[in-house]
């Protein structure tokens, strides 16, 4: 057996328009492994964050496997796939998506209600540590219009990783900020790697992808470049082994 964190395998999906079918993916087939950071370009509609929504089980491939932490996600029900989705991915996004009346320590603890994943008492203390980790404890009892969007993208990242998920998905985490907090975020994403979290990021900024040690470029529906650094990937591998789960 393969012992890739993501397996894709002839993954098609097919969208139905009014003009008629639109694959956008054709034929995808893919292997991620523990410890690697992986950007994923491309121009827009080539079919980046469809091959995200596969992974997150976002969307359902029209045909093809899908094959996450040793779980087949295509098969799974909706109900299923969503707490299975809790406790195996953090899934960052380009708006933050945090609840705008909750503080940022309530939102950080979102995932670890949904899923039970830490007894209740020590929700709260996990929530402080990551907000910690990620710069932000001194504003954990602010909502997110009482801080900035890097602050806000801060939050988000200590809440994708509430209940300590091997794998971290990021579409376009830093395309709504200004280019000193990307590189502030990415940081951030390169720490975690470093500690052994596998980390897949779609992102249109190529300084950004030249710095990670696997970049995929899709353009319709395929992808038609697969680069890696094998010394970084051989690195994060070592790194995965020997450091501490965040």
């Known amino acids: 057996m393969s012992n890739a964190l993501i397996q ?3 993954v098609h999906k097919v969208y139905q328009t009014e ?9 995808i087939t893919l292997d991620v492994f523990p410890g690697e950071f992986v950007a994923v370009i491309g121009k827009s509609g080539s079919g980046k964050t469809t091959l995200i929504n596969m992974i997150t089980g976002i969307d359902d491939p029209t045909r093809g496997e899908v094959i996450v932490a040793g779980t087949p996600i295509h098969t799974l029900k909706e109900g299923r796939l969503a707490r299975w989705r809790g406790k195996n991915l953090g899934v960052i996004f380009q708006f933050f998506q945090l609840l705008p009346t909750l503080t940022a320590i309530e939102n ?3 995932p670890m209600d949904f899923c039970g994943v830490y007894a209740r008492r020590e929700r709260p203390e ?3 540590q990551l907000l910690e980790l990620v710069g932000l404890k001194e504003h954990m009892h602010k909502i997110p219009s009482q801080l900035s969007g890097g602050q806000q993208q801060r939050v988000a990242i ?3 990783l509430a209940n300590d998920p091997p794998l971290l ?26 500690r052994g979290k596998t980390i897949m990021m779609v992102t249109h900024d190529n300084d950004l992808a030249a710095r990670v ?3 995929l470029t899709v353009a319709d529906g395929v992808i038609v470049s697969d680069q890696k650094s094998g010394a970084a990937v051989s690195a994060g ?3 995965q082994r020997e450091a501490a789960n965040v």
């Not at 985490?173 to 502030?184: E, F, R, V």
Request: hydrophobic share 45%; net charge negative.
């Open 19 to 27: 003009a008629g079918e639109f694959p956008a993916l054709r034929g």
């Open 108 to 110: 950080v603890m979102l």
């Open 237 to 239: 591998r070592s790194m």
């Open 126 to 128: 996990r929530a402080a």
């Open 8 to 10: 894709l395998r002839d």
């Open 213 to 215: 040690n696997r970049d």
């Open 158 to 160: 200590a809440r994708a």
């Open 169 to 194: 998905m990021a579409d376009e985490p830093t395309g709504n900020l200004d280019s000193k907090t990307a590189d502030s975020i990415f940081g951030i994403f390169e720490d975690f790697v470093a």
